[in-house]
């Protein structure tokens, strides 16, 4: 790859994670204080000021997601999303998630915030599996 491509590719990478933080500042969305901070503090502080500027169709995705329930229930998509990744997948044990999270045609109403939003959730359901097998899996592998 050119350095020209290299160039390219880190400016779409930093614009994607000022994206991100845009999404989880403007929803809300819980995120790790530590991974947090250090991803602001490597794109510098021109770019966390860009963080904190406010994006009308990253808004409009959020105030959608607040509405958008799971089945017959109060919680919304970005509910579940502000939670920590344990009270996230509890609440989604609860819940009939896949019923959103594999409705293409739903979820392409979030074009700006659906990645954030997916990676919330799978996160939460990711962590919390790996959280009750770990001591399987390191006595079967270790």
């Known amino acids: ?14 614009q ?18 530590i991974t947090k901070t250090w991803m602001m503090k490597e794109l510098g502080e021109e ?9 009308p169709e990253i808004l409009r995705e959020i105030a959608l997601a607040r509405r958008t329930r799971f089945g017959n229930t109060a ?9 920590p990744t344990n009270k996230a ?22 074009i700006r915030i659906g990645p954030t939003i997916k990676g919330c959730l799978t996160s939460a359901l990711v962590r919390q599996f790996f959280d009750e097998n770990r001591a399987k899996y390191l006595k079967e592998y270790f």
């Open 1 to 14: 790859m050119s350095n020209e491509g290299q160039q390219d590719r880190k400016n779409s990478v930093h």
């Open 89 to 110: 997948y509890r609440q989604l044990q609860l819940l009939n998630w896949e019923s959103i999270v594999y409705n293409a045609e739903r979820f392409g109403q979030f």
């Open 47 to 55: 770019s966390v000021r860009e963080i904190y500027r406010s994006d």
């Open 75 to 83: 919680v919304s998509l970005l509910d579940v999303c502000t939670y």
């Open 16 to 33: 994607a994670l000022i994206n991100h933080l845009k999404i989880v500042h403007s929803g809300q969305i819980w995120m790790n204080a």
